[in-house]
């Protein structure tokens, strides 16, 4: 008999348990919070798309502990423009240039969620491989009447210039949040920094995000 009570109450605590691993897919949403300070340049203006989003998916493993990654999509335009002279005695030219870029960000990061009910706040933390790719224009225009920018020595009239590029944005990633679960939906808001390092500077970023995992 006191075999049969120890054998039920094994089988309990073993239900109640978290399994071994848990697949969750999902997608997170979210919209960025600062302007990294690198990109704040005198002749130019930087201007990030409004929202940043993508597929992610998450292994959990027992005692809080899970692996997410995530493909994460966001853009951002630039835009720049000062005069400059050839010449003493000719009419500045107006130099103007464009950049829009696409990025897709891959973050890989351990998470931890401490256990307090159904809410439960996390940390995490990894590293983000990135891949950017971007179209860049600039224009020459003249100030005054066509042929009064340009010196005797210039033959002809400078021209713009139209260039398609790809580059790699990588760096470090930690967020911290709050998990709200429910039957079949954890809801999962946090705010998240990320430290990219494109053409030999780091930009700091922080990012608001609103993740949405599927499962029991």
């Given at each position: 008999m006191r075999f049969l009570l120890l054998l039920a109450t094994a089988a309990d605590l073993?239900?109640?348990?978290?399994?071994?691993?848990?697949i969750r897919p999902g997608f997170k949403i979210g919209a960025p919070i600062n302007n990294p300070p690198s990109r704040n340049q005198i002749y130019s203006s930087y201007e990030q798309g409004r929202w940043t989003g993508g597929p992610t998916i998450e292994a959990r493993f027992p005692h809080g502990f899970a692996v997410a990654f995530e493909a994460l999509f966001r853009n951002y335009q630039e835009r720049g423009?000062?005069?400059?002279?050839?010449?003493?005695?000719?009419?500045?030219y107006l130099f103007q240039t464009f950049k829009k870029a696409n990025v897709w960000d891959f973050p890989l990061q351990l998470k931890y969620r401490f256990r307090l009910g159904p809410v439960r706040p996390f940390v995490s933390g990894g590293y983000q491989w990135g891949r950017e790719s971007s179209e860049s224009?600039?224009?020459?225009?003249?100030?005054?009447?066509?042929?009064?920018?340009?010196?005797?020595?210039?033959p002809t009239e400078i021209?713009?210039?139209?260039?398609?590029?790809?580059?790699?944005?990588?760096?470090?990633?930690?967020?911290?949040?709050?998990?709200?679960?429910?039957?079949?939906?954890?809801?999962?808001?946090?705010?998240?920094?990320?430290r990219p390092r494109p053409d030999g500077s780091r930009e700091n970023r922080v990012t608001g995000l609103v993740g949405f995992t599927f499962g029991k």
């Open positions: 073993a239900a109640q348990s978290e399994p071994v691993l848990s423009g000062f005069p400059f002279q050839l010449g003493s005695n000719v009419n500045p224009s600039s224009l020459y225009s003249c100030s005054g009447p066509q042929g009064s920018c340009r010196p005797p020595e210039y021209r713009g210039s139209f260039t398609r590029q790809t580059s790699s944005r990588n760096g470090l990633v930690a967020g911290a949040g709050i998990e709200f679960r429910t039957r079949y939906v954890t809801i999962a808001p946090e705010v998240r920094f990320t």
